[in-house]
């Protein structure tokens, strides 16, 4: 296991400095490449947006009225650090530094296990948990950028880029874009080939590492579980040649599992839990995942781990076989933290077989009832089914496993 004291931020870019005349099939999804970064730069250097973020971050007791006087500051100040900046690896050197204070600020520990699974001469396409709309990959790319391993390309939905300082950002920090927006059968059948090709690309013609999430939307309710039509969009990019067996291996597809020990967006997951059994829906305000972005940076998350699993082999006779030997390594990897047990023990009375209490187990349990108490009475049993949920999940996942055989 390695642990670390500090991890990389995620950045974007604007996507309309691709011109979408050109032959590039995937000028429409794909990350800027280093001959864009500096024109973008350049632009985001002038989006007042962007800059009146900067200064409500680093002036927070500034009025709003007057945060447009410092504008000339912060693009004086973003200028110096962005000065000779002219790739992506460059860009992301400048970004770690922000997200080294943001770790060792907001989080007591990150650690990283099964890094000897991956090899530097193929690239894998991760395939992980989803907790965290920016953080997940950020922490990834966090364990490969400290041991010289190429950094990933990212998934994002395009609710995410609705701004355009926001897209180029993401884009920039190597993140390409998934049409979730799109209606109507036939335009999403071709988005999602456009994305499956890409990813192949990405991989083999491009031997550059990609991350996506095992489903559509972070797991509020801490239930991590494979979306069977995430490994059907992978699998559209396969060669009519191949077997199904043959793809997966040809793309080295590597569960990885990430836990946190809190989660700084627990209260607004437990407040959407609630409203959808009791209402029937909740309706995303807008740009509130950006604000979650924010919310779970500036957050404090205790301790954070990521697991490295190995990557998929064997027979396989569907997406829906993909998907478990996925849920399998994703399981059995994560981490479990006082945090989790401390919920499922108010949950069920006592502590899982194979666990004691610990003067850990008392820290947690305290900081736990802070949390619970700051939240309507109605929303406390979703924040404590959230903590819980990972270890009902993983017993649950080996009962049907069980019962399969």
């Keep these: 296991m390695v642990a670390y004291n500090r991890a990389p931020l995620l950045s974007t870019e604007l996507p309309d400095l691709i011109d979408a005349n050109s032959q590039d099939r995937f000028a429409s999804i794909r990350p800027y490449y280093d001959n864009e970064v500096r024109g973008v730069l350049d632009r985001l250097l002038n989006h007042d947006e962007l800059l009146d973020v900067m200064a409500r971050l680093r002036f927070r007791w500034m009025p709003t009225w007057l945060r447009v006087l410092v504008r000339p500051l912060v693009r004086s100040r ?179 599992s990430i836990s946190y020990e809190w989660d700084p967006c627990d209260a607004a997951k437990a407040r959407e839990l609630y409203l959808k059994e009791s209402e029937g829906k909740y309706e995303k305000a807008e740009n509130e995942d950006v604000a979650s972005i924010g919310l779970s940076i500036r957050g404090e998350k205790g301790a954070v781990h990521v697991s490295f699993g190995t990557p998929l082999s064997g027979e396989f006779e569907d997406a829906d076989d993909v998907a478990r030997a996925i849920d399998k390594q994703v399981l059995e990897l994560y981490q479990l933290h006082a945090s989790n047990l401390a919920a499922w023990k108010r949950l069920n009375g006592s502590l899982p077989d194979g666990h004691s209490a610990t003067a850990d187990l008392d820290v947690a349990d305290a900081e736990l009832q802070r949390r619970l108490d700051a939240i309507p009475e109605p929303h406390r049993p979703y924040m404590l089914a959230m903590y819980a949920n990972p270890i009902d999940n993983l017993r649950a996942f080996r009962a049907e496993l069980a019962a399969a055989c």
């Design 78 to 256: 973003l200028s110096t650090q962005l000065a000779g900046v002219d790739s992506v690896l460059a860009f992301q050197s400048v970004v770690e530094g922000y997200m080294t204070a943001m770790i060792e600020s907001h989080t007591s520990a990150f650690t990283v296990s099964g890094l000897s699974n991956i090899h530097s001469a193929k690239a894998n396409l991760f395939i992980g948990n989803h907790r965290d709309i920016a953080l997940d990959p950020a922490f990834l790319n966090y364990a490969l950028y400290q041991n010289k391993l190429d950094t990933v390309r990212i998934a994002i939905g395009d609710n995410l880029v609705t701004r355009d300082y926001v897209a180029g950002l993401m884009r920039l920090n190597k993140s390409f874009i998934v049409k979730r927006s799109v209606k109507g059968p036939r335009q999403m059948l071709a988005a999602y080939k456009e994305l499956s090709d890409y990813i192949r690309y990405s991989l083999i013609d491009e031997n550059s590492p990609v991350w996506i999430a095992q489903r559509e939307g972070r797991a509020k309710d801490g239930w991590d579980r494979t979306e069977p039509a995430i490994v059907k969009m992978i699998c559209m990019s396969k060669d009519k040649t191949q077997s199904l067996s043959e793809h997966v291996e040809s793309l080295a597809i590597t569960p990885i």
